[in-house]
């Protein structure tokens, strides 16, 4: 008899530091947990900070992201060479992206608007009036729902 293998979840980064109250839904799970130093990040992740919390995530390929207060994140792929998708359903997320392989884009999503980029630092926040980007360096191309495209630079704020 051949035992079934299974594929494990991507593994995303691991968690650096945390500051108040953050908690991590699991994939297919229901309950939050405390979120944990050193706590491996994977594909369908939830994370949740409260107020006056935040999280410092360090990611497989050296970008670095910090979770803000009440905010509420999904990984959502971390496909290597193809690029990562974090899901920003509320809130605030700072970053510092490391340059991207080849075609691999490292995207921010919100239910208004897609950010992509390639290697940059800034943050991007979905807040109650859309999105909000800013860049301190490097590029970012924002597109909305419809498809229109803007591209944003360092020092600029969308």
Do not use: C, H
């Amino acid at each position: 008899m051949i035992a079934p293998t299974f594929a494990a979840t991507p593994t995303i980064g691991k968690v650096r530091y945390i500051l108040g109250e953050v908690t991590v839904q699991k994939k297919a799970k229901s309950n939050w947990n405390p979120l944990r130093v050193g706590l491996k990040v994977r594909e369908n992740d939830i994370i949740r900070t409260l107020v006056e919390s935040e999280a410092g995530i360090a990611l497989s390929d050296g970008s670095l992201i910090t979770i803000e207060e009440n905010t509420v994140i999904l990984f959502e792929s971390a496909v290597q060479n193809q690029g990562k998708t974090v899901n920003i359903q509320s809130g605030r997320v700072f970053f510092d992206v490391q340059k991207q392989d080849g075609k691999s884009e490292f995207q921010f999503k919100t239910a208004t608007a897609t950010a992509a980029i390639r290697g940059t630092n800034g943050f991007v926040e979905n807040g109650p009036d859309g999105i909000i980007v800013s860049l301190e360096s490097g590029k970012m191309e924002v597109t909305d729902a419809q498809g229109a495209k803007i591209e944003v630079s360092g020092g600029e704020t969308l």
